[in-house]
Each structure stands twice: as C-alpha cells, then as structure tokens.
C-alpha cells in the first residue's frame, strides 16, 4: 500500500449527504407563490338566505286577502244584497281570537321578473274564494269552509278544490266537527274553466269521497245555506247531518234556470 492511500481524506473532501443534496436541489427551484385570495363580490341578484323576500310577499298577499276591496263589483253586491263578507261572518261565528287560517294566501298570482335580477314580484292577485281553516265554537274545536260569493260568486278557481278537500281529510285525520258555510257553488262548475279548456265536463265530485268517510265515522257535518247554494254547494249542504238556512237570501237548488232550461 502507497502512502498516499494511507491518508485520511480531508474534510473538504467528504461527501455530502442526502440531506445536503435535497438542500442543494431545492435552492434551484424557484418558490411557487400562494395564489391571491379575493373575496367573491355580491351580486346585485342575489337572493337573501333568511328568505325575507319571499317572506315579505307572502305578507303582502295575505294583507290583501284579508282587507275587503269595498270597490269591487262583488263587494258591493253582497253588501247590497244584505249580507256579510266572507271573513265578516267566519269572526261572527268562532270564539274570539280562534280564527287560524288554511291557506291564507291561496290564489291566482300574476309575476313579474324585475330587469336585470333573478328577483320577482307580484302585479295581480285574486285570493281563493274559499276562507278554510279552524277555530272553537262555545269552546269546541271545529273544521270549517266559508265561501265568497264576492269572487266569481264561488265557483271553481284555481285549487280551490284540492283545498277544500284538504280540510274535508283533516276534518277525518283529526276527528273533527266541520262546519261548512255556503254562499255559492262552493267550488262547482266554472263557465271560464270550460271556455280555457275548450270543452265542458261532468264534475268528478272528488271531495264526496271524504264526506261520505266522516259520515260512516260519526263526524258531525253542520251546514248553513247564507246565499244561493248551486249545484256542488247544494250538494254540500244537503250531506250535512244538520243544516239551516237564511231567511231572505238563501236558496237551494241544483242548477240556475238557464242550464235547467237546456237540458
């Protein structure tokens, strides 16, 4: 063996460890910069999270449900024909503060989208002429369904049926009395529903199904005839288990003289 090779070899000549090369390699790799965080602007569209818009029209829709338009054709002639609105005589009827409306803002609702949002509001609405829900009578809870004559005079608008049936399965699901005020078809035919469709029809009668279940179940049905009860109201009336009728303005019968005339 040479003597060179018995020399230790120097500090400067030892090799660099794995470590050291990971430090080398990475001195030459240029640092990524974090991408810039920027806050998602508002747009002007956006829709509020507590739903206070919608929450807003549905006050504004029921405000005008519950306030008599005492210039509409309606109005008038029920006034004139003596007789009360429709909510007048649900709050004659119950116990005070009892009223707890179904459906309070059911009706037929024309929109429009405000330019440039995602935002709509409403231009027309003609409330359900049928005001339906609960109360207590002499401290009794009871179902109950009052027509308004002043809208349409009663007859079918919208889903008022599919309402109207709604209360009739409540009054089974819960074993309730129904009381069941009639001025009206209370939901029968429509003239305008015939000429929208382009044909007339025999009236399915769907909520008779649920009328006869609370009879066969011994549910108390009490009807009050307070205008000219026509066809299906008529028919509501008399499946009632006791039933009155207003001197003067009430009538019973099956169909206006017109159609009785055709047939």
């Not at 807003?56 to 005492?70: E, F, G, K, M, V």
């Not at 909510?87 to 309070?104: A, H, N, Q, T």
Request: with cysteine.
């Amino acid at each position: 063996m040479t003597k060179d090779a018995d020399k230790k070899p120097s500090p400067s000549s030892k090799t660099p460890s794995a470590s050291e090369r990971l430090s080398q390699v990475a001195a030459h790799v240029a640092a990524v910069p974090a991408p810039r965080k920027t806050r998602a602007s508002k747009t002007k569209d956006e829709l509020p999270a507590d739903y206070s818009d919608i929450l807003s029209q549905l006050n504004s829709l029921r405000s005008i449900a519950i306030t008599p338009d005492t210039s509409n054709k309606g109005y008038v002639r029920q006034k004139q024909a003596g007789k009360l609105w429709v909510r007048e005589r649900v709050l004659e009827l119950l116990d005070k503060d009892s009223f707890y409306e179904v459906g309070s803002v059911s009706g037929t609702v024309q929109w429009r989208k405000l330019k440039g949002t995602n935002r709509e509001e409403p231009v027309s609405y003609i409330p359900s002429n049928n005001v339906q829900g609960f109360g207590t009578l002499k401290g009794r809870k009871v179902v109950f369904t009052a027509d308004d004559f002043s809208i349409r005079a009663g007859h079918a608008d919208g889903a008022l049926m599919e309402k109207t049936i709604y209360m009739e399965k409540l009054a089974i699901a819960l074993k309730l009395p129904i009381v069941k005020l009639v001025d009206g078809s209370s939901g029968g035919g429509s003239v305008t529903t015939i000429r929208k469709e382009g044909y007339s029809y025999i009236p399915p009668m769907p909520s008779f199904k649920y009328v006869v279940e609370q009879l066969n179940l011994g549910i108390p049905n009490l009807g009050a005839v307070l205008g000219p009860a026509i066809g299906l109201g008529a028919a509501r009336v008399v499946a009632c288990h006791f039933s009155v009728m207003a001197a003067d303005v009430g009538a019973l019968f099956n169909a206006g003289p017109k159609v009785v005339a055709g047939e």
